[in-house]
């Protein structure tokens, strides 16, 4: 039988001790589960919800340190809330709802086609990532910090607006470009739309419901997951190919900023992932680049 | 094996010399700097007394040092590059924001438009008497000899002055404000091949309100800068 104390990583002070570890909920009933960090040095990292008290190395008296992370919200709470936004703000610029174009131009409709193929497209990818959030994926993590919410929203919410009253405007320009080239355009979009599902798909099923394993993801008989030989996360390289199609195919500034930006968070992403892959896993394939095949 | 250690120690040596070296020449180039600032900023400081004394009134002052002033001002955005490269550390974030700050002000607010002369003075006399008490405390500080009263000045006296210079930048764009709308200078209009807009005067309404938010971010970082040090000192004070 262990004798375990709780002390705050900052001030050291001793929270509590247990006898039988139950849970720190009583201490300060704000602390609920998830945004309990608990480790065993006070600048490690946090122990997972499976670690198990006999497995750990401890003596006969544990010493674990208490970080508060601060209000939490599930990850499928975000997700939702910020592709939902998108989705119906766009379309709110489609139909040129009252207030937002000359009111001339009240619930009329671009003459256009390539507008109307852009509505398409564009919900299409939102109710496409909603699905998935509420279907396909396994999240490693149940919260986030509350503060990412506000942060996500602007950020998914603020350039959908921006890039949806140029596309539905009044005086938008359609792309000069012949309609050979339109057409390579849109199925560029659709063509990646289709390879980063499939990816999704093919890392959900690399994983067990509830666990929260690791594997190294391989290619499968689909074709489009084939590119796992050279990327690491081909569903960013295949992300940043539909909003490449989606920027060609409309010719707007704003979701060529989009797309630039998101190009760089999601490469970002794309190192730490494959970085970890490479620590986590001796036999990594050496092929493999984080996001564009042997460039970056 | 012997042979083998009398090498490794010779690499080390020779990284740890470099490291040296590369210090060195921070050191110098980043004192060289900042003495260079210190001058140019007295220079301009001189500049601006004598202009008043001559001539009596403010008036036509701000075009009399125009040049110079953005000549030092626009050479700051090294400093941005000093933090990239780490010889200087500060966030690059941070400095680049007020760095950006002062090149919009010099280059697109005061540069493009007539203005009332009042408010740019403020925040010109404002800006002159910060810099040269920053960038002689840095000075000092790569010199090692660093007087109590630069220490002193430059912690202290931005209580008064940022909020005096955050007066006259925001009185100088909002002056500037009915002109941009008249001019539509640097805005461009529906319809064009890039689907895009941009409408300088609401453009300078948004600098206005972003002040809101990141001022007093910029002002609380002072102060808890302010208090580290001076906390730091009355420790020392209290063991001797």
């Known amino acids: 039988l262990k004798h375990v104390e709780i002390l705050d990583a900052k001030t050291k002070d001793k929270l509590c001790f247990l006898d039988k570890v139950g849970n720190i909920f009583t201490f300060n009933p704000q602390w609920y589960p998830a945004r309990q960090s608990i480790r065993l040095d006070p ?43 998108p989705l119906l703000i766009y379309l709110m610029f489609y139909f040129r709802v009252p207030f937002i174009y000359a009111p001339k131009y009240d619930f009329t409709t671009s003459k ?31 919260t986030m910090p509350l503060r990412n919410i506000f942060k996500n929203c602007t950020y998914y919410w603020g350039f ?11 005086l938008y320009t359609p792309p000069s470009e012949s309609t050979h080239t339109q057409t390579l355009n849109i199925q560029l979009h659709i063509f990646c739309q289709i390879g980063n599902f499939s990816i999704h798909i093919a890392l959900r099923n690399l994983r067990p419901p509830g666990s929260k394993t690791r594997k190294i993801p391989y290619p499968t008989k689909n074709p489009f997951t084939w590119i796992f030989l050279l990327v690491s996360c081909p569903n960013y390289t295949y992300e940043l190919g539909s909003w490449l199609g989606f920027t060609l195919m409309t010719q707007c500034l704003p979701v060529a900023a989009f797309t630039l930006v998101g190009f760089i968070q999601m490469t970002v992403w794309a190192k730490g992932k494959h970085r970890s892959y490479l620590k986590e896993f001796r036999d990594y394939p050496t092929l493999r680049s984080p996001i564009l095949p042997f460039i970056l | 094996m012997a042979s083998g250690e009398e090498d490794g120690t010779v690499e080390e040596k020779e990284t740890n010399n470099k490291k040296r070296t590369k210090g060195a020449i921070a050191t110098a180039w ?20 004598r202009y008043y004394l001559q001539k009596g009134t403010h008036k036509g002052l701000y075009r009399n040092i125009a040049r110079t002033l953005k000549f030092f001002q626009t050479f700051a955005l090294l400093e941005v590059g000093h933090c990239a490269i780490g010889i200087v550390r500060t966030s690059v974030i941070v400095t680049g924001v ?13 540069n493009s438009i007539r203005q009332n002369e009042e408010s740019v003075i403020l925040f010109v006399v404002v800006w002159t008497i910060t810099e040269i008490t920053r960038y002689s405390f840095y000075t000092f ?48 209009r529906l319809p064009n091949k890039y689907n895009v807009s941009f409408d300088y005067y609401y453009f300078l309404i948004i600098v206005m309100l972003s ?8 002002y609380f970082h002072m102060l808890r800068q302010r208090r580290r040090v001076l906390h730091g000192e009355i420790v020392v004070e209290k063991d001797e």
């Open chain 2, 141 to 188: 500080n790569l010199l090692n000899h660093l007087p109590y009263f630069i220490k002193w000045a430059r912690y202290n006296m931005f209580i008064v002055m940022y909020p005096l210079g955050v007066i006259g930048e925001l009185l100088t764009i909002h002056a500037s404000l009915p002109y941009v709308r008249r001019s539509g200078m640097y805005s461009l």
């Open chain 1, 160 to 170: 959908a607006a921006w890039m949806a009253y140029y596309i539905n405007h009044p």
């Open chain 1, 112 to 142: 256009h086609w390539v507008v109307h193929l852009a509505c398409m497209c564009h919900s299409f990818h939102y109710v496409k990532r909603l699905l998935e959030t509420l279907f396909v994926h396994r999240f490693s993590h149940g």
């Open chain 2, 211 to 218: 002040y809101i938010p990141l001022f007093p971010q910029l």
């Open chain 1, 43 to 85: 600048k490690g990292k946090s122990l997972k919800d499976e670690d198990v008290l006999q497995h750990l190395p401890v003596g006969t008296t544990a010493t674990f340190y208490f970080r508060d992370l601060g209000a939490q919200i599930s990850w499928v709470t975000v997700f939702l809330t910020e592709y939902a936004g």
């Open chain 2, 98 to 110: 007020q760095v950006c700050s002062r090149i919009f002000m010099v280059w697109f607010v005061t």
């Open chain 2, 30 to 49: 980043l004192t060289f700097y900042n003495i260079a600032m210190t001058a140019g900023w007295l220079v301009l400081a001189v500049a601006m007394v």
